[in-house]
Nanobody, 128 residues
Framework: QVQLVESGGGLVQAGGSLRLSCTAS????????MGWYRQAPGKQRELVAS???????NYADSVKGRFTISRDIASDTVALQMNNLEPEDTAVYYC??????????????????????WGRGTQVTVSS
């Protein structure tokens, strides 16, 4: 299995910065995509930013220009630098990592099955 460990959450004032970090551990799987999602109370979990193994990034419109995602392939670590934080950024942030499997639940997928793992989440609270 793939295990994800997140760190860096906390309480910060509006306009401040936080840096989230997530390290994945896997025995046999190569991690393809990594990213950060967040879920605020009463809202659905949403993508914040993601980065593919090849380096392609994707950001939610609400965080473009403020957040930067980066990745270290060697250590399977993804980081999210969050600047100019706003109260609306308050949420539980979850690390996500995807792998491509040939077998999943005893079913063979010739073209691969993309399976995602989730971290336990880290709380980010931005005060006004």
């Amino acid at each position: 299995q793939v295990q994800l460990v997140e760190s860096g959450g906390g309480l910060v004032q509006a306009g401040g910065s936080l840096r989230l970090s997530c390290t994945a551990s896997s025995d046999i799987h190569t991690i393809q995509n990594m990213g950060w999602y967040r879920q605020a109370p009463g809202k659905q979990r949403e993508l914040v930013a993601s980065i593919a193994r090849g380096g392609k990034t994707n950001y939610a419109d609400s965080v473009k220009g403020r957040f930067t995602i980066s990745r270290d392939i060697a250590s399977d670590t993804v980081a999210l630098q969050m600047n100019n934080l706003e109260p609306e950024d308050t949420a539980v942030y979850y690390c996500n990592a995807g792998v491509t499997l040939s077998y999943y639940n005893r079913t063979y997928y010739p073209q691969g099955y993309e399976h995602f793992y989730w971290g336990r989440g880290t709380q980010v609270t931005v005060s006004s």
